[in-house]
């Protein structure tokens, strides 16, 4: 039994997917950012930097969603979300997950975070930079996708693409969503027909994709 933190959309997104994936029995509990629950003494001690997600597994609280993620996949390798260990796949998918993690995800703090920069909101020129920044991954990966795909890893689903997938919609507000690049697009309609997608949106109340 998992017991994941959660607060719908963010980025424990992941982590219930692969929960759901795997088919693992959990239980979700909603950490609620109105009430300031990630603030709440309580959940501090689970989770010091009051984010989510927080995953336990047997008793021990876990953080950082790509990293369990990689800890989902490697406790359950019967559901395929990692290719297996020691071949060149396998390599290839701890690439992409790193990567999106240290380059897409990080910079998304700063953009939805102006304060962690020092500033109430961006000046015009961050907030450009940031855009730049974030829709170069998208040209990147929409180069790796239509010469390889449609999936990160060629033919074959991964956790990797649940990652990018939750990513890609964290931009569907922006001035250019990631979905404007075709092959982004198509892999972000594979993912969302999946069972897994269906489900979470019905558990944690999602609409706008």
């Known amino acids: 039994m998992y017991t994941l933190y ?10 219930h997917l692969a929960l759901l994936e795997i088919g693992a029995p959990h239980e979700l509990r909603l950490v609620d950012f109105d009430a300031r629950a990630q603030r709440d003494p309580a959940y501090l001690k689970l989770n010091p930097r009051g984010v989510v997600p927080t995953l336990v597994i047997d008793g021990r609280p876990l953080s950082e969603s790509a990293a369990l993620l990689m800890m989902l996949a ?5 559901a395929k979300l990692a290719p ?8 290839a998918w701890q ?8 380059t897409l995800m990080a910079t998304y703090r700063f953009w939805f975070y102006p304060h962690e920069l020092g500033a109430a909101e961006h000046t015009p020129e961050v907030r450009a930079a940031l855009q730049h920044k974030i829709e170069g991954v998208w040209v990147l990966l929409n180069a790796q996708l239509a010469a390889h795909g449609p999936y990160l890893l060629g033919q074959e689903f991964s956790g990797a693409d649940l990652l990018l997938t939750m990513l890609m919609r964290w931009s569907r507000n922006m001035p250019r969503p990631a979905t404007e690049w075709p092959a982004l697009r198509q892999l972000a309609d594979l993912v969302r027909a999946r069972p897994s997608w269906q489900k979470l949106y019905e558990v944690e109340g999602l609409s706008e994709w």
């Open 74 to 78: 490697e406790r359950h390798p019967e």
């Open 95 to 102: 690439q992409w997950i790193v990567y999106l993690s240290n």
């Open 6 to 15: 959660y607060s719908p959309g963010t980025a424990s997104m992941v982590v």
């Open 84 to 91: 297996a260990p020691g071949t060149p796949e396998r390599e």
